[in-house]
């Protein structure tokens, strides 16, 4: 299985970032466990994530370094015994 993250996995922040509402434009806080879909990826290194509601509408658009991310996984692999 490939543990890299690719563009349209679901995401989630392993730590609290500052982002800047979209409609806003107000700083606020996106929480540690916040889920968001990666739309670009820049060499593994850092991903630009879509923050939405429950409504699908964006709240947030932010460049988020791969180590702050954890790929959502909701389908089983095969086990190899």
């Given amino acids: 299985?490939?543990?890299?993250?690719?563009?349209?996995?679901?995401?989630?922040?392993?730590?609290?970032?500052?982002?800047?509402?979209?409609?806003t434009h107000q700083p606020i806080v996106l929480r540690r466990g916040q889920m968001g879909t990666v739309l670009m990826a820049f060499d593994q290194r850092a991903f630009l994530i879509d923050f939405t509601d429950r409504l699908g509408n964006t709240f947030a658009m932010e460049t988020i370094e791969s180590a702050k991310l954890l790929r959502l996984i909701s389908e089983p692999e095969l086990a190899h015994v």
């Fill in 1 to 23: 299985m490939n543990n890299e993250i690719q563009e349209y996995d679901l995401v989630a922040l392993t730590e609290d970032a500052i982002a800047v509402h979209k409609v």
